[in-house]
């Protein structure tokens, strides 16, 4: 399983929840799965100190070949791989799995996947949303509000996931995320040249997600069944955005194993 993190998000998300319980990919590793967890050049803050003028360019094509670099040195040829893709992570999943490394992909995983759905659909507001391509881009308070916003989330912990947890990112990345109209040149980045070849997906929402909208995800799941039928939507009750680091989160990585079970994978 090779699990891919929003914008702005450290790979630790994926580790360990902020008060300190397993994250989804130790979970994984508990029911025999190898996990291999990987962090965007764009959102390291140690990479991203030397990037400060160049903007982090090194954003999707360059970031997805790294990661292809990497499956092929740590994964024999003989395995498979299941991509999980979370928020921003979720294009760049679906990316891999259809145009880069379709032989080697036997499924895709989402959760709060929003960069698809953007893909797919951006609104008239994302596209045209000012947007400063000089200044590093944060998460605001607002972002931060939704993505936290579910009693399962440990408020207690909100400074710590804020410290430990979210850096700085490319502004250009957020602009080719949405489409935005300062960087239209760039928006075939992410468009999925080989929809013929997307393999099974299993889309994960909470239901708390504030950023998303069930009737605009139900277009995304309608244009992916054109070419795989086996595409599932589950939403799960009181979790936000940020639900791998909920309490309870291991039953959301529950449902994506039993899902893989019940394909084989």
């Known amino acids: 399983m090779v699990l891919v993190c929003g914008g702005g998000h450290r790979m630790k998300i994926w580790e360990v929840t902020p008060d300190g319980r397993k994250g989804w990919a130790p979970l994984f590793a508990e029911k025999g799965r190898e996990v291999i967890t990987v962090e ?18 090194l954003t999707q094509r360059e970031n997805m070949d790294l990661i292809r670099q990497m499956v092929d040195k740590e994964v024999s040829r003989d395995r498979k791989i ?12 679906f990316k891999l799995a259809t145009d880069i490394m379709p032989q080697r992909t036997a499924a895709i995983l989402g959760y709060g ?4 759905l953007n893909c797919f659909n951006p ?44 850096v700085t990112f490319s502004p250009l990345m957020v602009a080719i995320q949405s489409k ?48 795989q039928k086996d595409i599932t939507l589950k939403y799960i ?26 394909r084989q994978l």
Not at 113 to 116: F, L, Q, R, V, Y
Not at 156 to 166: A, E, F, G, N
Not at 213 to 223: F, R
């Open 113 to 116: 996947a929003t960069g698809p």
């Open 82 to 93: 299941v991509f999980l893709g979370w928020s921003m992570g979720g294009p760049q999943v």
């Open 237 to 262: 009750k009181d979790f936000p955005h940020s639900g791998m680091i909920c309490r309870n989160n291991h039953k959301v990585a529950d449902l994506y194993l039993e899902w893989l079970k019940a």
């Open 180 to 227: 935005h109209l300062a960087v239209k040149n760039f928006w075939d980045i992410l468009t999925i040249k080989n929809p013929k070849k997307i393999p099974p997906v299993l889309l994960v929402n909470g239901d708390r997600d504030r950023g998303h909208k069930p009737a605009k995800e139900k277009v995304l799941v309608k244009w992916l069944k054109k070419y």
């Open 40 to 57: 965007w050049a764009c959102n390291s803050p140690d990479i991203y100190k030397c990037s400060q003028q160049e903007l982090c360019t």
């Open 123 to 166: 609104t008239l507001e994302q596209m045209q949303k000012p947007i400063n391509l000089n200044q590093p881009f944060e998460i605001s308070r607002e972002d931060i509000l939704r993505i936290s916003d579910s009693p399962f989330f440990p408020k207690k912990y909100l400074k710590k996931y804020v410290r430990d947890y979210l």
